[in-house]
């Protein structure tokens, strides 16, 4: 698989996580038309929920099937799906997301708004999107989970030491998001109240979180191969749901 993984991740715009079954053609034509040039990865979970849907659009056009690299992120899914009560598609799209060091592309406005109450900060769209403007956001989207990963990934590393400070951990995952929330800056020079674009999931944070609050979380991540952790990475999640995206 890693050879497929090194094959894929150079050409990839996102990690498309929608609802199998619910109509998403209006905004899967929307990426497809716009982002010719790219792959869009998607999870073989919701595929296998409902092969139909998924059929016309695999292949790479726009969506291709990805892969774990490694067994070990893989490994994280069901652990995620008890930490975070989401669906195991939804859990390992995250995970891929991370692993793939690309955005989650959300289509359903209840599976995003899900991921915002999570979330350790979001960004508003208060301007109306060109679809240049949109090609501009999402590459910058990219950079703000590639600028992160190593730190993340370093910080996710030090859960395996039994005397990390998780209040630290906290407070230096807030502040890597604070500075990268400076990228957006164009998204709120207006007044127009739009909605939110952009989700910042910290999923290493909320376990910390879980662990803070006394729940034994740690000691059940601590059983997995340390090699988990790049699934564990502050992933960044666009909101494709927005309605504004049509006009």
């Not at 050879?3 to 150079?10: G, L």
């Not at 009560?85 to 060091?101: A, H, M, R, T």
């Not at 999402?138 to 998780?166: F, H, P, S």
């Not at 709120?188 to 376990?207: C, H, N, Q």
Request: proline content about 4%.
């Amino acid at each position: 698989m890693f050879s497929k993984y090194v094959a894929i991740v150079k050409n990839i715009r996102g990690i498309i996580l929608l609802d199998p079954y619910t109509d998403s053609s209006r905004i899967i034509e929307w990426l497809s038309e716009r982002f010719k040039y790219r792959n869009i990865g998607v999870s073989k979970l919701p595929i296998s929920k409902n092969p139909e849907l998924f059929s016309k659009w695999l292949n790479g056009r726009p969506f291709i099937e990805i892969y774990h690299p490694i067994q070990e992120t893989f490994s994280l899914v069901g652990f995620l799906e008890d930490i975070l009560g989401f669906e195991n598609y939804v859990c390992d799209s995250i995970v891929l997301s991370s692993v793939y060091v690309s955005p989650l592309l959300v289509t359903d406005v209840k599976l995003f708004n899900r991921i915002l109450k999570i979330s350790i900060d979001h960004i508003e769209l208060k301007v109306k999107l060109k679809v240049k403007d949109w090609k501009l956001h999402l590459r910058i989207a990219a950079y703000t989970i590639l600028g992160m990963y190593r730190q993340c990934i370093e910080d996710a590393k030090e859960l395996w030491n039994l005397n990390v400070d998780l209040f630290k951990f906290i407070k230096n995952h807030s502040e890597i998001v604070g500075r990268d929330k400076k990228r957006y800056w164009r998204l709120s020079r207006g007044e127009l109240p739009i909605g939110v674009f952009l989700a910042y999931l910290d999923i290493a944070g909320l376990i910390v979180k879980k662990q803070i609050e006394k729940s034994p979380v740690l000691g059940v991540l601590r059983k997995f191969p340390i090699d988990v952790v790049a699934g564990l990475s502050i992933v960044s999640v666009i909101n494709l749901s927005l309605s504004s995206i049509y006009d």
